[in-house]
C-alpha cells in the first residue's frame, strides 16, 4: 500500500523506496548491509560526539585560565597605578 506524496518524502531523504523483490535471502541481505551502514554511521557519531566533549572540556579550562590571567594582569596594573 502507498500512500500518496509521500514517496517523495522517503526521497528526500536519501533513502530509495524499494519494493520487494520476493527474493527472501536477497531482501535479508539488503536488510543486514542497511544496518551495517547505520550502526557505522552512529559509531562514527559516537566519536565524533566524543570528540565534541573533548573540546569542549579544553575550552573551559582555557577559559578559566584565561580568567585567571585577566585577575592577574588586572592586580598588576592596580598596583602600577598605586606606584605612580
Given at each position: 500500500?502507498?500512500?500518496?506524496?509521500?514517496?517523495?518524502?522517503?526521497?528526500?531523504?536519501?533513502?530509495?523506496?524499494?519494493?520487494?523483490?520476493?527474493?527472501?535471502?536477497?531482501?535479508?541481505?539488503?536488510k543486514?548491509?542497511?544496518?551495517?551502514e547505520?550502526?557505522?554511521?552512529?559509531?562514527?557519531?559516537?566519536?565524533?560526539?566524543?570528540?565534541?566533549?573533548?573540546?569542549?572540556?579544553?575550552?573551559?579550562?582555557?577559559?578559566?585560565?584565561n580568567?585567571?590571567?585577566?585577575m592577574?594582569?588586572?592586580?598588576?596594573?592596580?598596583?602600577?597605578?598605586?606606584?605612580?
Amino acid at each position: 500500500m502507498s500512500l500518496s506524496g509521500f514517496d517523495d518524502v522517503a526521497a528526500g531523504w536519501g533513502a530509495p523506496i524499494h519494493e520487494s523483490s520476493g527474493d527472501l535471502v536477497r531482501d535479508a541481505m539488503v536488510k543486514e548491509k542497511i544496518i551495517r551502514e547505520i550502526t557505522a554511521a552512529q559509531e562514527d557519531l559516537q566519536v565524533l560526539l566524543e570528540r565534541v566533549r573533548s573540546v569542549e572540556k579544553d575550552v573551559e579550562k582555557l577559559g578559566a585560565g584565561n580568567a585567571t590571567l585577566q585577575m592577574y594582569i588586572d592586580n598588576l596594573t592596580m598596583q602600577m597605578a598605586r606606584r605612580r
